[in-house]
């Protein structure tokens, strides 16, 4: 009786060692992965990610040693950031990447590559091979890079930090995507990334790359610890807050202008949590900075208990000294304190960050006398988790993680009543992240702070708020309590950044409108998967539809009655 050895696997390590120096990036690590299995490695940066798909891939980094044994075949790499070459027409990238590995002519490539774009679905009309890639949306780039791929059809892919960058929403679509080809054509697909890029969302498998070991994964905790207190009496108060930007004068010489927050009403209460959640373009950012008004908003009114920050940003022309502040603005701004998205690009260079905290006293409370400054600045380093020592360094000197909490020490030193929080610790990794959104809710605890927090990280945003609030192209489309939000929002676009974020499919397509060219009628309708003619005429009101929940869509209840799955977890 004849006996058929098993193929061996694509990809196969057997105590694969890397190592800089006499550091250990991955320690004997003992690796299979399928044909049409997906595999997701997450890890932070400097984790090693990069190191061993470069090992995987044949491609070892420069200054890494290399022990034990890695067999793949067939393998393609798409390294992080992508590679498509600027200034170049895509046709002619598709000609070299497709055309070398198959030996196909310009029209043989391109139609293979369409083909790929098909299953990336990507429309035809959306497709420009006569431009080079700066004159593309990224999401088009990061589509033709995994239609190259599927075009080359290689038996290994590894992809380096896939789709990093894109909105969440497209992210996990291309993700998804390009893991159903795998699993249709039998390729073995390695995603790396960080926790936050969405990558395990779309595999089969997930491990985790932690001080050299290959580990199973641990998701974040995305609820909170314990319930959260309720808000107190509302104190700031906004009412029909818009923004608009001066734009050239048209061809006639009229007056434009591009209008990006349409007529926000919202009220938060003393101690209250409230997480604005949108993607790029949403102006979230815009409407988090209109609370502080920087710049001021120009149309509506901020009202912190009573005064209305907008006329006081615009004090009398004449008026000079303490009558340039008649509204009291500085007051308010005072009691308002922001959390920049680039903590670090928020200080002065040339200062010590005591220098600066010193400053900001003296223009904030100089009330404080300058011989008890430097206690003050001492208790805020070490209530924002840094040490005392931190005010004689500078900036430049400081870690990100240390500039995002040496930006919260700032906040804190005025004594504020209300935190508005613009990504401030987007530029974390997962870990480090995780460490100051916990700093972050035991300030506010500790302190009673209101806390408004703007972000793309849908789950994360609600994981300790008491409501959110979902934009999308400057108008609020869902409005609820955090729990809500979480289990069983309504409007598509909070059940697509929902799914997002647990790294399931998202139900649209297509990327989000251009401002400068909005849609007429509801925002969402070209990629909504509920849109029907009339989304075109009309912009969706704000309705409430159950107490406290209100929701921007005409066709909301749709989403109960056709069929499709429920999100409740």
């Keep these: 009786m004849n006996h058929i050895a098993p193929k061996p696997a694509p990809v196969e390590t057997e105590a694969l060692t890397l190592m800089v120096g006499d550091r250990v990036l991955l320690d004997r690590a003992s690796l299979r992965v399928e044909r049409g299995e997906v595999l997701a490695i997450t890890g932070g940066a400097g984790s090693g990610k990069t190191a061993l798909l470069g090992a995987l891939a044949g491609q070892p980094l420069a200054g890494v040693d290399m022990a034990g044994s890695a067999h793949v075949e067939g393998r393609l790499l798409i390294a992080q950031g992508g590679q498509l070459a600027p200034r170049r027409p895509l046709a002619l990238q598709v000609a070299e990447v497709v055309g070398h590995h198959l030996g196909l002519d310009l029209r043989g490539a391109l139609r293979r590559t369409a083909d790929g774009l098909d299953r990336m679905g990507v429309p035809p009309a959306a497709r420009r091979f006569d431009l080079p890639p700066e004159q593309l949306p990224d999401s088009l780039c990061w589509a033709c890079l995994f239609a190259m791929a599927a075009a080359v059809g290689p038996a290994v892919l590894l992809a380096d930090a896939p789709a990093a960058g894109l909105d969440p929403t497209v992210r996990l679509r291309l993700l998804h995507r390009l893991a159903d080809w795998a699993r249709a054509d039998g390729v073995a697909l390695i995603l790396a990334g960080r926790p936050e890029d969405g990558v395990a969302g779309p595999a089969d498998r997930v491990l985790s790359l932690r001080r050299g070991r ?61 997480a604005l959640l949108g993607e790029t ?94 206690l003050r600045i001492d208790g805020a380093l070490e209530e924002a988790g840094l040490r005392q020592d931190t005010a004689l360094r500078w900036p430049g000197g400081l870690g990100k993680a240390e500039a995002a909490h040496a930006g919260l020490a700032r906040a ?25 959104l916990d700093r972050l809710t035991a300030v506010r605890d500790r302190r009673g702070l209101a806390l408004v927090l703007a972000t793309d990280r849908y789950l994360e945003g609600l994981r300790d708020a008491h409501r959110g609030i979902v934009m999308l192209s400057g108008r609020v489309v869902e409005s609820a309590d955090s729990e809500t939000l979480r289990t069983a929002p309504l ?57 406290g929940h209100h929701v921007a869509c005409h066709y909301w209840d749709s989403a109960l009655d056709d069929g499709a799955p429920s999100l409740d977890s």
């Design 281 to 374: 373009g949403s102006a979230k950012a815009t409407l988090a900075r209109s609370l502080l008004c920087l710049p001021p908003p120009t149309a509506g009114a901020v009202v912190w208990m009573g005064r209305d920050l907008v006329a006081a940003a615009a004090p009398p022309a004449d008026a000079v000294g303490e009558d340039a502040d008649p509204g009291g603005l500085r007051r308010a701004r005072r009691d308002l304190q922001p959390l920049f998205p680039d903590p670090a690009a928020s200080f002065d260079p040339a200062m010590t960050i005591g220098d600066q905290f010193a400053l900001a006293l003296e223009s904030l409370r100089p009330d404080i006398a300058a011989d008890r400054r430097d």
């Design 412 to 436: 804190l030193l005025p004594e504020p009543r209300v935190l508005i929080a613009d990504e401030p610790a987007a530029s974390l990794s997962a870990e480090e992240r995780e460490a100051f």
């Design 214 to 274: 290959l580990l199973p994964y641990q998701p974040a905790r995305i609820a909170p610890v314990e319930p959260m207190d309720a808000p107190g009496t509302a104190r700031l108060h906004v009412r029909g807050v818009g923004m608009a930007y001066p734009l050239a004068p048209g061809p006639k010489g009229e007056p434009r202008a591009l209008t990006v927050l349409h007529g926000i009403d919202l009220d938060i209460g003393l101690g209250e949590t409230v």
């Design 491 to 547: 409007h598509p676009y909070s059940r697509a950044m929902l799914a997002a974020a647990r790294g399931e499919r998202p139900a649209l397509e297509g990327d989000a409108p251009s401002a400068f060219s909005p849609p007429g009628g509801c925002a969402l309708r070209r990629r909504c998967p509920l849109a029907r003619d009339f989304c075109a005429q009309a912009v969706p009101p704000l309705e409430e539809v159950a107490p």
